[in-house]
């Protein structure tokens, strides 16, 4: 138990160490600098910041959980963000860092009007207090608590040490968010970055060693040999993630997560320039590609282990593999990888959630004079306040049917689908009025929740962002041509006056045939 304590808190002092010396001489005192680092983060930052605030133990438990139960077809949700941070990179980053904007509803005032901009500001910020946080925290809670046994610890249920933990991870995740900004969290998150990358291949890479006899290519070939089935990239028509989706409402998830959410774009827009941005979204999608390694392959392993016994709480089988090829030496170093990835994603959202509240709802409806200082202030304040409604949701998520994952998904098609249609119509199409992107807004919240939520339409929830992603459009058009309106968008007639990265065409053309090549060996 001694190696344990010290590997985790070694790691974990490491982290804090390493990022109070980096900001040593950094005061923020302006929003620019607490909300956007002060327009200071570099490319590799940014791609270590975006991975870490996106893979976090919702990942960890959840993909895991799932490919162990469904199979490699889960892979989807990971190798086709690539796809979408291309398209990013070029696309979306230069026409918001033109614009000088600091978050996502801004952009949306600019485009279309304020009210458009409070209603989606107030979406945001319900998404990531009432459906993300809570999740992140809960299996957060569930892999710390499967490292230290604080049930027996302390003598109490499991039920009450899951709270405890989630309890503990909140509190230090407000204290990143409140008092560093996005500085600190972007240089803890590029140390939990390397921690978890290595934390997270230890696991798949013990346990093909040790099938293999030694040899990691045996053991590979021992797992598909034992169930080829779970190796199936396309899969049936009735997967849980059918191969179809990949041309309806996947790819629309995928651009609105890495194109137009606030907790990943906001590091994007606190990039010294616009070729810092884009290096940073297409390093991010390299990444991508390699991630299945830590939170796809180690569910596939699992079955080898233990068949279909977890088949019924898919989400602890993660956890059932550390403890099953893990050193115990090694314990406390994995669990602060686990504590660095919940922290990273906790506190990332935390402070994209403040910086809208701050910009999108104080400033712009309460008190527009308010100075910067005042801002930072109920910036922090914010943040604590939402930390708490995150930590006292979190429980509430325990045992979804389908997994932590599958559950995080389908709530968040509630928010993001209406809300990328919109930003898709502002960016790309000027016939689109604002009469017309507040009845997409309306029709696409309300549509999502009567056919996944009250109507039982047996259609995949994937494909429905699909359907509702068309509808919205084919309502904005029909809403702008019967009640037009005169509309000047001086921001899409030209792209940015910043230099664009001479690479970023040649990067990104790469990535997409990467993708598509992981497709054609795997099918």
């Known amino acids: 138990m001694f190696y344990t304590y010290l590997g985790f808190f070694g790691f974990t002092f490491f982290v804090i160490f390493y990022t109070v010396f980096k900001l040593r001489k950094d005061k923020f005192t302006t929003s620019k600098g607490y909300f956007l680092a002060g327009k200071s983060l570099t490319g590799p930052i940014i791609a270590g910041s975006m991975i870490l605030t996106n893979i976090s133990t919702e990942h960890l438990i959840g993909m895991n959980g799932s490919s162990y139960k469904n199979g490699i077809i889960i892979i989807a949700w990971e190798v086709t963000s690539a796809i979408a941070l291309v398209i990013a990179a070029i696309y979306f980053i230069p026409k918001f860092m033109k614009m000088g904007i600091f978050t996502i509803p801004e952009f949306l005032e600019k485009r279309f009007d304020g009210a458009v901009r409070s209603v989606v500001a107030f979406l945001l910020m319900s998404s990531f207090v009432i459906t993300l946080l809570p999740i992140v925290l809960y299996s957060g809670a569930i892999n710390i608590d499967s490292v230290f046994d604080f049930s027996n610890m302390f003598n109490i249920s499991k039920q009450h040490s899951l709270i405890f933990t989630v309890l503990v991870i909140g509190v230090i995740g407000a204290f990143y968010a409140v008092f560093g900004g996005l500085k600190a969290i972007a240089y803890s998150d590029s140390l939990n970055g390397i921690g978890l990358m290595l934390g997270g291949l230890l696991i798949p890479t013990i346990a093909l060693y040790q099938i293999g006899d030694g040899n990691m290519l045996t053991g590979l070939s021992t797992v598909y040999d034992f169930a080829p089935d779970k190796f199936d990239i396309i899969g049936k028509p009735d997967s849980v993630l059918p191969f179809s989706v990949l041309f309806t409402g996947l790819m629309i998830n995928q651009l609105y997560f890495w194109g137009m959410n606030q907790a990943i774009i906001q590091r994007a827009f606190g990039a010294k320039n616009l070729v810092e941005a884009q290096k940073g979204l297409i390093y991010t999608g390299v990444l991508k590609l390699f991630v299945p390694a830590i939170i796809v392959l180690p569910g596939l392993i699992a079955f080898y282990y233990f068949q279909d016994q977890y088949y019924e709480t898919p989400d602890l089988i993660y956890p059932m593999l550390v403890k099953k090829v893990l050193p115990t030496y090694l314990y406390g170093f994995f669990a602060a990888v686990i504590l660095g990835a919940v922290l990273s994603t906790f506190n990332s959202v935390l402070n994209s959630a403040s910086t809208i509240f701050c910009l999108d709802i104080y400033k712009k409806i309460i008190d527009k004079n308010v100075s910067d200082a005042k801002l930072v202030k109920y910036g922090k304040l914010s943040s604590v306040v939402l930390a708490i409604i995150a930590i006292c949701v979190a429980p509430m998520v325990a045992y979804a049917p389908e997994g932590l994952y599958q559950l995080l998904q389908e ?72 009640f037009p309106t005169v509309e000047e968008h001086p921001y899409m007639d030209k792209g940015s006056d910043e230099k664009s990265w001479p690479a970023v065409k040649t990067a990104g053309l790469i990535l997409v045939t990467l993708t598509i090549l992981i497709y054609v060996l795997l099918s």
């Open 411 to 482: 709530l968040n098609g509630i928010f993001f689908i209406p809300i990328s249609s919109i930003i898709i119509a502002g960016i790309f199409f000027k016939q689109i009025n604002t009469k017309g992107a507040k009845a997409g807004l309306f029709f696409g919240f309300t549509f999502y929740i009567l056919t996944t939520f009250i109507l039982d339409l047996n259609i995949h929830f994937v494909h429905l962002w699909g359907i509702e992603f068309v509808l919205n459009f084919i309502i904005m058009f029909l809403v702008s041509y019967l």
